[in-house]
Protein backbone atom coordinates (compact mmCIF):
# COMPACT_ATOMS: atom_id res chain seq x y z
CA UNK A 1 0.00 0.00 0.00
CA UNK A 2 1.36 3.41 -1.06
CA UNK A 3 2.27 6.03 2.02
CA UNK A 4 0.55 8.59 -0.05
CA UNK A 5 -2.55 9.38 -1.94
CA UNK A 6 -1.79 10.95 -5.19
CA UNK A 7 -3.83 14.15 -6.06
CA UNK A 8 -4.26 16.37 -9.24
CA UNK A 9 -5.57 19.60 -9.67
CA UNK A 10 -5.59 21.78 -12.72
CA UNK A 11 -3.73 25.05 -13.39
CA UNK A 12 -4.90 28.63 -14.50
CA UNK A 13 -3.69 27.91 -18.05
CA UNK A 14 -4.91 24.52 -17.80
CA UNK A 15 -1.59 21.95 -17.06
CA UNK A 16 -2.96 19.18 -14.99
CA UNK A 17 -0.83 19.32 -11.80
CA UNK A 18 0.34 16.66 -9.45
CA UNK A 19 1.17 16.08 -5.56
CA UNK A 20 1.81 13.83 -3.33
CA UNK A 21 -0.47 13.48 -0.22
CA UNK A 22 0.62 11.97 2.87
CA UNK A 23 -1.68 11.53 5.90
CA UNK A 24 -0.78 11.28 8.85
CA UNK A 25 -0.83 7.81 10.61
CA UNK A 26 -1.66 9.06 14.01
CA UNK A 27 -4.77 11.22 12.95
CA UNK A 28 -4.64 12.46 16.83
CA UNK A 29 -1.73 13.98 17.10
CA UNK A 30 -2.14 15.54 14.06
CA UNK A 31 -5.65 17.06 14.83
CA UNK A 32 -5.23 20.49 14.58
CA UNK A 33 -1.50 20.83 13.01
CA UNK A 34 -1.22 22.86 9.54
CA UNK A 35 -0.22 19.94 7.14
CA UNK A 36 3.56 20.45 5.65
CA UNK A 37 4.20 21.83 2.32
CA UNK A 38 7.12 20.22 0.55
CA UNK A 39 8.50 22.12 -2.57
CA UNK A 40 11.54 20.76 -4.39
CA UNK A 41 14.29 22.45 -6.34
CA UNK A 42 14.76 23.27 -10.34
CA UNK A 43 15.12 20.32 -11.86
CA UNK A 44 13.78 17.79 -8.62
CA UNK A 45 10.77 16.22 -8.03
CA UNK A 46 8.48 14.83 -5.49
CA UNK A 47 10.31 11.95 -4.97
CA UNK A 48 13.19 14.18 -3.28
CA UNK A 49 10.71 14.03 -0.24
CA UNK A 50 9.65 10.80 -0.08
CA UNK A 51 11.96 10.25 3.24
CA UNK A 52 11.29 13.35 4.75
CA UNK A 53 7.73 13.08 4.16
CA UNK A 54 7.50 9.37 5.59
CA UNK A 55 8.96 10.44 8.61
CA UNK A 56 7.29 13.35 9.45
CA UNK A 57 3.81 11.94 8.52
CA UNK A 58 3.60 10.00 11.73
CA UNK A 59 2.10 13.25 13.31
CA UNK A 60 1.79 15.42 10.27
CA UNK A 61 -0.29 15.60 7.37
CA UNK A 62 2.33 15.62 4.15
CA UNK A 63 1.83 17.42 0.89
CA UNK A 64 4.81 17.10 -1.88
CA UNK A 65 4.09 19.16 -4.72
CA UNK A 66 5.85 18.27 -8.69
CA UNK A 67 5.85 21.43 -9.90
CA UNK A 68 4.95 21.80 -13.70
CA UNK A 69 7.11 19.84 -16.26
CA UNK A 70 8.39 17.71 -13.53
CA UNK A 71 7.47 14.31 -12.41
CA UNK A 72 3.78 13.74 -12.91
CA UNK A 73 2.85 16.84 -13.20
CA UNK A 74 1.84 17.62 -16.93
CA UNK A 75 4.60 20.03 -19.24
CA UNK A 76 3.30 23.30 -20.04
CA UNK A 77 2.58 24.69 -23.69
CA UNK A 78 4.49 27.89 -22.92
CA UNK A 79 8.39 27.35 -21.73
CA UNK A 80 7.71 31.15 -20.42
CA UNK A 81 5.85 29.88 -17.74
CA UNK A 82 8.16 27.93 -16.01
CA UNK A 83 9.15 30.87 -13.92
CA UNK A 84 8.46 31.37 -9.51
CA UNK A 85 5.63 33.53 -9.62
CA UNK A 86 3.82 30.97 -12.22
CA UNK A 87 4.55 28.23 -9.71
CA UNK A 88 3.34 30.54 -6.84
CA UNK A 89 0.05 30.10 -8.71
CA UNK A 90 -0.10 26.36 -9.13
CA UNK A 91 0.54 26.22 -5.48
CA UNK A 92 -2.30 28.95 -4.34
CA UNK A 93 -4.25 27.05 -6.55
CA UNK A 94 -3.93 24.08 -5.21
CA UNK A 95 -4.03 25.20 -1.39
CA UNK A 96 -7.30 26.61 -2.37
CA UNK A 97 -8.54 22.95 -3.47
CA UNK A 98 -7.59 21.73 -0.74
CA UNK A 99 -9.05 23.79 1.64
CA UNK A 100 -5.78 24.77 3.28
CA UNK A 101 -5.60 28.11 5.16
CA UNK A 102 -2.70 27.53 6.84
CA UNK A 103 0.26 25.79 6.28
CA UNK A 104 4.23 25.20 6.77
CA UNK A 105 6.55 25.46 4.15
CA UNK A 106 9.55 23.49 3.34
CA UNK A 107 11.38 24.35 0.07
CA UNK A 108 14.34 23.13 -1.43
CA UNK A 109 16.48 25.61 -3.79
CA UNK A 110 13.59 26.77 -6.37
CA UNK A 111 11.00 25.92 -3.79
CA UNK A 112 12.55 28.22 -0.90
CA UNK A 113 12.27 30.99 -3.51
CA UNK A 114 9.06 30.01 -4.04
CA UNK A 115 8.24 29.99 -0.71
CA UNK A 116 9.30 32.99 -0.02
CA UNK A 117 7.12 34.30 -2.84
CA UNK A 118 3.83 32.40 -1.33
CA UNK A 119 4.68 34.62 2.29
CA UNK A 120 5.18 37.77 -0.06
CA UNK A 121 1.80 37.35 -1.58
CA UNK A 122 -0.26 36.14 1.39
CA UNK A 123 2.08 36.17 4.74
CA UNK A 124 -0.97 35.36 7.19
CA UNK A 125 -1.16 31.66 5.34
CA UNK A 126 2.42 30.82 6.17
CA UNK A 127 2.96 28.90 9.85
CA UNK A 128 6.47 28.14 9.50
CA UNK A 129 9.31 27.79 6.91
CA UNK A 130 12.23 25.80 6.42
CA UNK A 131 14.25 27.20 3.35
CA UNK A 132 17.08 24.59 2.54
CA UNK A 133 20.10 26.10 0.92
CA UNK A 134 19.16 29.07 -0.75
CA UNK A 135 18.26 33.01 -0.02
CA UNK A 136 17.16 35.83 -1.73
CA UNK A 137 20.35 36.01 -3.25
CA UNK A 138 22.58 33.55 -5.51
CA UNK A 139 25.80 33.04 -5.53
CA UNK A 140 26.78 33.28 -9.38
CA UNK A 141 28.91 30.22 -9.12
CA UNK A 142 26.45 27.89 -8.67
CA UNK A 143 24.42 29.88 -10.89
CA UNK A 144 26.58 29.49 -13.76
CA UNK A 145 27.08 25.81 -12.73
CA UNK A 146 23.29 25.14 -12.59
CA UNK A 147 22.77 26.48 -15.81
CA UNK A 148 25.62 24.61 -17.35
CA UNK A 149 23.59 21.59 -17.18
CA UNK A 150 19.54 22.65 -17.26
CA UNK A 151 18.33 21.22 -19.98
CA UNK A 152 20.67 18.82 -21.36
CA UNK A 153 18.91 16.12 -22.36
CA UNK A 154 20.64 12.10 -21.23
CA UNK A 155 19.67 8.74 -21.80
CA UNK A 156 21.01 5.96 -20.24
CA UNK A 157 20.15 1.89 -20.82
CA UNK A 158 20.63 0.73 -16.91
CA UNK A 159 20.06 2.49 -13.47
CA UNK A 160 23.72 1.92 -13.01
CA UNK A 161 24.50 3.48 -16.20
CA UNK A 162 22.59 6.92 -14.61
CA UNK A 163 23.98 6.20 -10.78
CA UNK A 164 27.66 6.60 -12.36
CA UNK A 165 26.21 10.19 -14.23
CA UNK A 166 24.94 11.42 -11.14
CA UNK A 167 28.39 10.52 -9.48
CA UNK A 168 30.16 12.44 -11.92
CA UNK A 169 28.42 15.48 -11.89
CA UNK A 170 27.55 15.34 -8.48
CA UNK A 171 30.57 14.73 -6.47
CA UNK A 172 31.81 17.48 -5.25
CA UNK A 173 28.39 18.18 -3.71
CA UNK A 174 28.32 14.53 -1.87
CA UNK A 175 31.74 14.00 -1.06
CA UNK A 176 31.52 10.51 0.93
CA UNK A 177 28.35 9.02 -1.20
CA UNK A 178 28.59 5.51 -2.24
CA UNK A 179 27.38 3.51 -5.15
CA UNK A 180 23.87 3.01 -3.41
CA UNK A 181 23.69 6.61 -2.84
CA UNK A 182 24.00 7.53 -6.34
CA UNK A 183 21.56 4.86 -7.43
CA UNK A 184 19.11 6.20 -4.87
CA UNK A 185 19.73 9.73 -6.12
CA UNK A 186 19.45 8.46 -9.98
CA UNK A 187 15.83 6.89 -9.00
CA UNK A 188 14.83 10.19 -7.79
CA UNK A 189 16.18 12.03 -10.75
CA UNK A 190 15.27 10.06 -13.90
CA UNK A 191 12.55 7.98 -15.10
CA UNK A 192 12.12 5.02 -17.42
CA UNK A 193 10.51 5.89 -20.70
CA UNK A 194 8.05 4.02 -23.24
CA UNK A 195 11.31 3.23 -25.13
CA UNK A 196 13.21 1.60 -21.55
CA UNK A 197 15.67 4.18 -21.70
CA UNK A 198 16.48 5.89 -18.40
CA UNK A 199 15.76 9.47 -18.69
CA UNK A 200 15.65 12.90 -16.68
CA UNK A 201 12.15 13.34 -14.93
CA UNK A 202 11.58 16.99 -16.46
CA UNK A 203 11.15 18.82 -19.32
CA UNK A 204 14.15 20.19 -20.82
CA UNK A 205 12.76 23.43 -21.63
CA UNK A 206 12.12 24.34 -18.30
CA UNK A 207 15.77 25.87 -19.36
CA UNK A 208 14.44 28.21 -21.67
CA UNK A 209 13.71 31.10 -18.91
CA UNK A 210 15.85 30.15 -16.27
CA UNK A 211 18.95 31.21 -18.61
CA UNK A 212 17.46 34.73 -19.20
CA UNK A 213 18.79 36.89 -16.15
CA UNK A 214 16.70 37.69 -13.77
CA UNK A 215 14.44 34.96 -13.79
CA UNK A 216 15.82 32.53 -11.64
CA UNK A 217 14.50 34.00 -8.71
CA UNK A 218 11.95 36.89 -7.93
CA UNK A 219 11.42 40.65 -7.62
CA UNK A 220 12.71 42.17 -4.74
CA UNK A 221 13.46 38.53 -2.56
CA UNK A 222 14.55 40.15 0.66
CA UNK A 223 11.64 41.89 0.88
CA UNK A 224 9.81 38.76 0.21
CA UNK A 225 11.85 37.19 3.16
CA UNK A 226 11.08 39.95 5.35
CA UNK A 227 7.52 38.42 5.31
CA UNK A 228 8.69 35.79 6.82
CA UNK A 229 10.05 37.65 10.05
CA UNK A 230 7.09 36.92 12.59
CA UNK A 231 6.93 33.09 12.39
CA UNK A 232 9.38 30.29 12.92
CA UNK A 233 11.96 29.79 10.72
CA UNK A 234 15.23 27.51 9.79
CA UNK A 235 17.79 27.99 7.30
CA UNK A 236 19.61 24.98 6.72
CA UNK A 237 22.54 25.63 4.24
CA UNK A 238 25.14 22.83 2.80
CA UNK A 239 28.54 23.39 4.34
CA UNK A 240 30.14 23.35 0.68
CA UNK A 241 26.94 25.06 -1.28
CA UNK A 242 28.05 26.80 -4.14
CA UNK A 243 24.36 28.49 -3.74
CA UNK A 244 23.84 29.51 -0.69
CA UNK A 245 27.06 32.02 0.57
CA UNK A 246 27.96 31.31 4.45
CA UNK A 247 27.12 35.38 4.79
CA UNK A 248 23.88 35.40 2.78
CA UNK A 249 23.20 32.72 5.26
CA UNK A 250 24.45 34.64 8.20
CA UNK A 251 22.30 37.94 7.18
CA UNK A 252 19.17 35.82 6.64
CA UNK A 253 19.16 34.96 10.21
CA UNK A 254 19.75 38.61 11.55
CA UNK A 255 17.30 40.18 9.10
CA UNK A 256 14.85 37.48 9.94
CA UNK A 257 15.61 37.46 14.07
CA UNK A 258 14.56 34.73 15.64
CA UNK A 259 15.69 32.44 12.66
CA UNK A 260 17.54 29.44 13.17
CA UNK A 261 20.80 28.74 11.33
CA UNK A 262 21.55 24.83 10.67
CA UNK A 263 24.84 24.51 8.34
CA UNK A 264 24.87 20.63 7.12
CA UNK A 265 28.78 19.76 6.97
CA UNK A 266 30.17 18.24 4.12
CA UNK A 267 27.14 18.43 1.76
CA UNK A 268 26.98 20.89 -1.22
CA UNK A 269 23.80 22.03 -2.79
CA UNK A 270 21.16 21.00 -1.39
CA UNK A 271 21.03 19.01 1.94
CA UNK A 272 18.53 16.12 1.34
CA UNK A 273 17.34 16.90 4.92
CA UNK A 274 17.39 13.15 6.44
CA UNK A 275 20.82 14.42 7.64
CA UNK A 276 21.13 14.49 11.40
CA UNK A 277 21.29 18.14 11.69
CA UNK A 278 18.95 18.91 9.50
CA UNK A 279 16.24 16.63 10.68
CA UNK A 280 17.54 17.49 14.49
CA UNK A 281 16.46 21.32 13.81
CA UNK A 282 13.44 20.28 11.53
CA UNK A 283 11.85 18.88 14.57
CA UNK A 284 12.58 21.35 16.93
CA UNK A 285 11.11 24.12 14.78
CA UNK A 286 7.82 21.41 14.24
CA UNK A 287 8.14 20.69 18.09
CA UNK A 288 7.25 24.89 18.23
CA UNK A 289 4.70 25.23 15.49
CA UNK A 290 3.02 22.07 17.17
CA UNK A 291 2.94 23.93 20.56
CA UNK A 292 0.63 26.38 19.17
CA UNK A 293 -1.93 24.26 17.02
CA UNK A 294 -3.84 25.81 13.98
CA UNK A 295 -6.80 24.71 12.65
CA UNK A 296 -5.82 24.12 8.65
Same mark, same amino acid.
Given at each position: ?88 ? %????? !??? #?????? &?????? /??? @? ?105 ? %????? !??? #?????? &?????? /??? @? ?53
Amino acid at each position: MAAYENRYWWSNDGIRLHARDYAPRDPVAAAGRPPILCLPGLTRNARDFDTLAQRLSAEWRVVVVDFRGRGDSGYAKDPMSYVPLVYVQ %DVEKL !LGE #LGCTRY &LAIGTS /LGG @IVTMLLAGAARETIVGAVLNDVGPEIDPIGLSRIRSYVGKTSAWPTWMHAARAVAESNADAYPHYEIGDWLAMAKRLYRLNASGRIVLDYDMKIAEPFRLPGNEAGP %DMWQA !LNR #LSEIPV &LIVRGG /LSD @ILPAPVAERMAAVLGDAALVTVPDVGHAPTLDEPEATAAIDRLLAGVAREPVVA
